[in-house]
């Protein structure tokens, strides 16, 4: 009997739903916290939280089937063990593990075996790419995955041995920090850049941030002090005020977005493993800019296993009055942070599906304008920034914005953390200036016979070897950290398949031109693949590509056609080897669809087939 099933459900869940309170915007918590007591959201639980919590059955409901973790009404083992399916983790094994290890458990992806006891399935990019191939079982993160390991798994699962007795070494995640800049290199004292803020006051800070020209690392690289003024603007205009004043009434938020959810991106990762100190710093100095004093660090669920490491920095820091109520003696300077866990879903990265998903709802981007600056979460002004974007604030609250504004290139100032994996010999973690050639960087990574890079992951940009000399930068290639390399002879149409699952899978599905056109594009790639391609198919996706950058509502859509569109266009080649004519196919066969029909009806001749000539 599923956990789900048992009459003491009730009982079972009260302590959850006791510890969240009535508040609605915890629905994703809640249920967070009853996937993994019960491995399950049955439709009992969901009354018992739409009752708790006096919100309608299908608020609740539609919460539960948004997120893939949750995995809405169906069940998962007591085991579920997911592999992580990004591009890198396929080129390291992971389909050949995958099976290998459905096989000796008698499994099939997607279902729970018979006795409830495992499921396995996979998963969207875990954030393991230097370590893979990498899964997540019950949360916790396994690397580097081999037969012997998947071996030991089997059995500790066989005999049902707690997760959490499991031997430590097998949830081992490196940081694999591999080129240390000013982020990275220098070490950081707690309460370091709160000080030089307190000291030099909440409006000359936000001069030094505008001064630095720091940039946003989350991808679009909107500057960071203009979207803090906004957020204060928005409650002192109204109030009268013209900059800076704190101890405003009304609230102001910042968020720590630590989504992460490109495939081949993991810097955040490592911040928050390491620098963790660093980045709530940054958030703090940024809360007092703004005069915000609530916070919020927006954790992808991948991650979830960081959470109690976490939680202990941010009680270290109120213990050391860095967090809390008059921090470092300040009257008045209060500001707290709270960790929201994500259960799965890579539209949740982008800044207005975060804040849905931190009031408890489906990650769905909101219409745009107001921006989240002035509307945001719970309609109170609020800033957005990556967990790297907070990390350089720190720093140029600590040593000034002309320090800052000295590295990098005119339009890109600092330093870029970049996440590596694919072919080179050294994975992991490397800093560098903006302004760095692709050369550079794959020649410090010991790159092997390198072809393609894919910059910024799925929604970047696919480079081939002949632009190895462009550089990272905002003015030239912009990224948000992904940086997935592909030797020669690797079969870039395979990338650029597994990119278009990708977005097919992740799509929100609120506005059609997303829903669909990522859909078809998935079924033309497989259809390629499948050996059935036409040239007209390859016109279609060309078609489908402007459709998708057009008219879709938020970034996922307008990104998700790039990875076919540049290989298209700069390796066209990996699709005419596999096209079977030049002529239209249709992607479904209809008359062998018919094939049941005329068993039944005793019939093969001609006129009983579709297209025979009569
Ligand atoms: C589909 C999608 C996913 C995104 N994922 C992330 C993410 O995981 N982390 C992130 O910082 N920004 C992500 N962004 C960008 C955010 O919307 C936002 O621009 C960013 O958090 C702002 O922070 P920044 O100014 O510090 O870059 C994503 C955007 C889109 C459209
Ligand atoms: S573009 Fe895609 S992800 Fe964005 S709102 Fe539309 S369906 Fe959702």
């Given at each position: 009997?599923?956990?789900?099933?048992?009459?003491?459900?009730?009982q079972?869940?009260?302590?959850?739903?006791?510890k969240?309170?009535?508040d609605?915007?915890?629905?994703?918590?809640i249920l967070?916290e009853?996937?993994?007591?019960?491995?399950?959201?049955?439709?009992?639980?969901?009354?018992l939280?739409?009752?708790h919590?006096?919100?309608?059955r299908?608020?609740?409901?539609?919460?539960?089937?948004f997120?893939?973790?949750?995995?809405?009404g169906?069940?998962c083992?007591?085991?579920?063990?997911?592999?992580?399916?990004?591009?890198?983790?396929?080129?390291?094994?992971k389909?050949?593990?995958?099976?290998y290890f459905?096989?000796?458990?008698?499994?099939?992806?997607?279902?729970?075996?018979?006795?409830g006891?495992?499921?396995?399935?996979?998963?969207?990019?875990?954030?393991?790419c230097?370590?893979?191939?990498?899964?997540?079982?019950?949360g916790?993160p396994l690397?580097?995955?081999?037969?012997?390991?998947?071996?030991?798994?089997?059995e500790?699962i066989r005999s049902?041995k707690?997760v959490?007795?499991?031997?430590?070494?097998?949830?081992?995640?490196q940081?694999?920090?591999?080129?240390?800049?000013?982020?990275?290199g220098e070490?950081?004292?707690?309460?370091?850049?709160?000080?030089a803020?307190l000291?030099r006051?909440?409006?000359e800070?936000?001069?030094e941030?505008?001064?630095?020209?720091?940039?946003?690392?989350?991808g679009?690289?909107f500057?960071t002090?203009?979207?803090?003024?906004f957020?204060?603007a928005?409650?002192?205009?109204?109030e009268?005020?013209?900059?800076?004043d704190?101890g405003?009434?009304?609230?102001?938020?910042m968020?720590c977005n630590?989504?992460e959810?490109e495939?081949?991106?993991?810097k955040?990762r490592?911040?928050l493993?390491?620098y963790?100190?660093?980045v709530?710093e940054?958030?703090?100095?940024?809360?007092?800019?703004?005069?915000?004093r609530?916070g919020?660090?927006?954790?992808?669920?991948?991650y979830?296993?960081?959470?109690?490491?976490?939680?202990g920095?941010?009680?270290?820091?109120?213990e050391?009055?860095?967090?809390?109520?008059n921090?470092?003696g300040?009257q008045g300077f209060?500001?707290d942070i709270?960790?929201?866990l994500g259960?799965?879903a890579?539209?949740?990265?982008?800044?207005?599906?975060?804040?849905e998903?931190l009031?408890?709802?489906?990650?769905?981007?909101?219409?745009r304008?107001?921006?989240?600056?002035?509307?945001?979460y719970?309609?109170?002004?609020t800033?957005?920034d990556n967990v790297?974007?907070?990390?350089?604030a720190a720093?140029i609250?600590?040593h000034?914005g002309?320090?800052?504004?000295?590295?990098?290139?005119?339009?890109?100032?600092g330093t870029k953390i970049?996440?590596?994996?694919g072919d080179c010999e050294r994975r992991?973690?490397?800093?560098?200036?903006?302004?760095?050639t692709?050369?550079?960087?794959?020649?410090?990574?010991?790159?092997?016979?390198?072809y393609?890079?894919?910059?910024?992951?799925?929604?970047?940009t696919?480079?081939s070897?002949k632009?190895?000399?462009?550089?990272?930068?905002?003015e030239?290639?912009a990224?948000?950290?992904?940086?997935?390399?592909f030797k020669?002879?690797?079969?870039?149409?395979?990338?650029a398949?597994n990119f278009?699952h990708?977005?097919a899978?992740?799509?929100?599905?609120?506005c059609?031109?997303?829903?669909?056109g990522?859909?078809?594009?998935?079924?033309?790639?497989?259809k390629?693949?499948?050996?059935?391609?036409?040239?007209?198919?390859l016109?279609?996706?060309?078609?489908l590509?402007?459709?998708l950058k057009t008219m879709?509502?938020c970034?996922l859509?307008?990104s998700?056609?790039?990875?076919?569109?540049?290989?298209?266009?700069k390796?066209p080649?990996?699709y005419?080897q596999?096209?079977?004519?030049?002529?239209?196919e249709?992607?479904f066969d209809?008359?062998?669809a018919?094939a049941?029909a005329?068993?039944?009806t005793?019939?093969?001749d001609?006129?009983?087939?579709l297209?025979?000539?009569?």
């Amino acid at each position: 009997m599923s956990q789900c099933d048992s009459p003491d459900l009730k009982q079972r869940l009260a302590p959850i739903l006791q510890k969240h309170g009535r508040d609605p915007t915890k629905v994703l918590q809640i249920l967070r916290e009853i996937q993994d007591t019960a491995h399950c959201i049955c439709g009992q639980s969901i009354d018992l939280i739409a009752e708790h919590l006096d919100l309608p059955r299908v608020r609740v409901a539609g919460v539960a089937g948004f997120y893939s973790f949750l995995a809405g009404g169906q069940a998962c083992g007591e085991y579920r063990v997911l592999f992580s399916d990004n591009i890198t983790d396929h080129m390291l094994g992971k389909a050949e593990l995958m099976d290998y290890f459905s096989k000796k458990l008698w499994l099939e992806p997607g279902k729970v075996s018979e006795d409830g006891l495992v499921s396995v399935d996979s998963t969207s990019c875990t954030g393991m790419c230097d370590q893979g191939p990498a899964a997540l079982v019950n949360g916790m993160p396994l690397t580097n995955l081999d037969e012997n390991c998947l071996d030991l798994i089997c059995e500790l699962i066989r005999s049902r041995k707690p997760v959490s007795d499991w031997p430590p070494m097998l949830f081992e995640v490196q940081d694999n920090i591999l080129r240390k800049d000013v982020l990275l290199g220098e070490a950081f004292e707690p309460g370091a850049a709160l000080k030089a803020t307190l000291a030099r006051g909440p409006r000359e800070t936000w001069a030094e941030v505008d001064k630095s020209n720091l940039r946003g690392r989350g991808g679009a690289g909107f500057k960071t002090a203009s979207k803090w003024s906004f957020c204060h603007a928005a409650i002192a205009e109204e109030e009268g005020h013209v900059v800076c004043d704190i101890g405003d009434r009304a609230e102001r938020i910042m968020v720590c977005n630590a989504d992460e959810g490109e495939p081949g991106t993991f810097k955040d990762r490592v911040l928050l493993n390491s620098y963790a100190d660093l980045v709530f710093e940054g958030m703090t100095v940024g809360a007092r800019v703004v005069g915000a004093r609530r916070g919020f660090l927006y954790l992808r669920g991948e991650y979830a296993y960081m959470l109690g490491k976490l939680e202990g920095v941010l009680q270290q820091r109120r213990e050391k009055g860095l967090l809390g109520k008059n921090i470092l003696g300040e009257q008045g300077f209060d500001f707290d942070i709270e960790i929201h866990l994500g259960a799965g879903a890579y539209i949740c990265g982008e800044e207005s599906a975060l804040i849905e998903s931190l009031e408890g709802k489906r990650g769905r981007p909101r219409n745009r304008p107001p921006f989240p600056v002035t509307h945001g979460y719970l309609g109170h002004p609020t800033v957005v920034d990556n967990v790297e974007t907070f990390a350089c604030a720190a720093k140029i609250a600590l040593h000034g914005g002309e320090w800052f504004a000295a590295m990098g290139t005119g339009q890109s100032a600092g330093t870029k953390i970049l996440s590596i994996s694919g072919d080179c010999e050294r994975r992991g973690i490397y800093e560098y200036p903006f302004g760095t050639t692709i050369r550079q960087i794959l020649q410090d990574c010991g790159a092997e016979d390198p072809y393609a890079v894919q910059v910024s992951g799925p929604s970047g940009t696919t480079i081939s070897w002949k632009e190895f000399d462009r550089m990272i930068a905002f003015e030239d290639l912009a990224t948000a950290g992904a940086f997935m390399i592909f030797k020669r002879g690797r079969d870039l149409f395979q990338m650029a398949r597994n990119f278009s699952h990708f977005f097919a899978h992740e799509s929100c599905g609120f506005c059609t031109p997303c829903r669909v056109g990522t859909t078809l594009m998935q079924r033309i790639m497989d259809k390629i693949d499948g050996g059935h391609g036409t040239a007209s198919d390859l016109e279609e996706m060309k078609n489908l590509g402007q459709l998708l950058k057009t008219m879709s509502h938020c970034g996922l859509g307008t990104s998700a056609a790039n990875p076919v569109l540049d290989t298209l266009n700069k390796f066209p080649d990996v699709y005419e080897q596999k096209l079977k004519a030049l002529a239209f196919e249709p992607a479904f066969d209809l008359d062998g669809a018919l094939a049941t029909a005329r068993r039944i009806t005793g019939r093969d001749d001609k006129e009983a087939h579709l297209g025979a000539e009569s």
